[in-house]
């Protein structure tokens, strides 16, 4: 995901035939390091002056790359520097969710041009969901200006598992299981359409902490759905068949909730935003949490963010009923975490998601007193404990970087 192609690692790629893989690779190096002369180009790609100027010309003539004239400090001509052109390509990034689809427009370098939330209501079925993005995605295409063949691909993700064909195999907070999410939003949208994991969001941080990249990272993430990525000497860790990392379908207590995945007592039947507001909805019918009255006064279905915001805010004015259950949360939540330790041996924790941004201090202090009792060898570990900051455009703007990558690699 988002890598760089090997193009030319093997032998010089200036034979016929391989022109477009040629343009791929200067497209690629281009995306990478934003700015070249043709010289650092030649020398990164490995190919002759002429070859490329002669791919150059091609994808400059397409109104692929433009020219600029670069800084130097020496007498003399300033040397021509290469860039993409932003406003050629285009990408969409989409994040379905049960409470919104969020809708985002990329130029070719990854600038955020157009995004649109759209409220879903109680209707999640993949026919309302699926078209209602399509509509939404056509409109914005419009509004925008933009020729269809100007949009190479879309990169969509929701949390669940996702078989390697691009369909879900089950998504517990959809309520979906079997869905051919890439096949039908294709036919639908007539351009590629490519299904991630969500676990994509974890390249937006890279963007705002480039640092990270060299750290072993242990994300874990808790919203909607609860899961964990894990990030190690620089690679995203992908599993077998995608489904490593899903803290949320550990089993806590046998006897809990059943969870959407079929099972009994796991985590995320007890935490993730849709199990805790539909906890404290029921906690309040019964009387034991008056100070949300507000909320269910105006909307029997609120969406569960609205719930779980609510609650953050009685819990810092210390409402007895949201404080108790913050603690309940965290505790569970740390426990969790200390398995994930044991197992992954991360230098940084990253929490990420509505629900562990809540309360982030209450959640970092658990997960560290957590350790002192369920971690081994807790005194020899020296354990960073942060928080995501690429906000709620996390998982479209990663999706928008995965996209433009592998879009590219399937266009060429
Ligand atoms: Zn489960």
């Excluded at 404080?323 to 992954?344: K, P």
Aim: charged share 20%.
């Amino acid at each position: 995901m988002g890598q760089v192609n090997d193009f030319g690692k093997n032998s010089p790629i200036d034979s016929k035939g391989a022109g477009r893989r040629n343009e791929l690779m200067i497209l690629t190096m281009l995306r990478k390091h934003k700015r070249l002369s043709q010289t650092e180009l030649c020398r990164l790609a490995q190919i002759g002056s002429s070859t490329a100027s002669t791919i150059v010309a091609r994808l400059r003539d397409k109104g692929l790359i433009v020219e600029t004239r670069g800084l130097s400090d020496r007498r003399g001509p300033k040397p021509t520097l290469l860039e993409l052109n932003p406003q050629s390509l285009y990408v969409i990034g989409v994040e379905i969710s049960p409470s919104y689809l969020y809708i985002g427009l990329f130029n070719f370098v990854g600038g955020m041009k157009d995004k649109d939330r759209v409220p879903l209501g109680q209707d999640h079925s993949p026919d309302h969901v699926i078209g209602l993005l399509g509509r939404h995605i056509a409109a914005m295409i419009d509004k925008n200006s933009l020729e269809s063949e100007q949009v190479i691909g879309s990169g969509v993700t929701l949390s669940g598992s996702v078989a390697h064909d691009g369909s879900v195999s089950l998504s517990s907070p959809m309520g979906w299981t079997d869905v051919p999410l890439r096949e039908r939003l294709s036919s639908l949208l007539g351009f590629s359409v490519l299904v991630y994991n969500n676990r994509v969001r974890l390249l937006a941080e890279f963007e705002i902490q480039p640092e990270l990249a060299s750290k072993n990272i242990l994300y874990l993430n808790l919203a909607n759905g609860v899961g964990s990525t894990l990030y190690v000497n620089g690679r995203m860790m992908s599993g077998a068949t995608g489904r490593y990392g899903e803290i949320g379908h550990i089993v806590i207590d046998p006897n809990g909730p059943r969870c959407g995945c079929g099972n009994v007592g796991c985590l995320e039947a007890f935490i993730s935003g849709p199990s805790l507001a539909g906890r404290i909805k029921r906690d309040f019918e019964s009387g034991r949490a008056p100070v949300f009255a507000p909320i269910f006064a105006a909307n029997a279905q609120p969406a569960p963010e609205e719930v779980v915001s609510l609650w953050a805010d009685a819990a810092r004015r210390g409402d007895a009923y949201s404080v108790s259950l913050r603690d309940e949360t965290a505790d569970r939540f740390s426990g969790v975490a200390a398995l994930a330790i044991n197992c992954y041996d991360p230098d940084i924790i990253i929490l990420a998601g509505y629900i562990a941004l809540l309360f982030p201090d209450v959640f970092a202090d658990a997960i560290r007193q957590k350790m002192r009792t369920n971690v081994y060898d807790h005194l020899l570990r020296d354990i960073e404990i942060t928080t995501a900051r690429a906000g709620e455009d996390a998982v479209i703007k990663g999706l928008a970087a995965a996209v433009l990558q592998d879009s590219l690699s399937m266009a060429w």
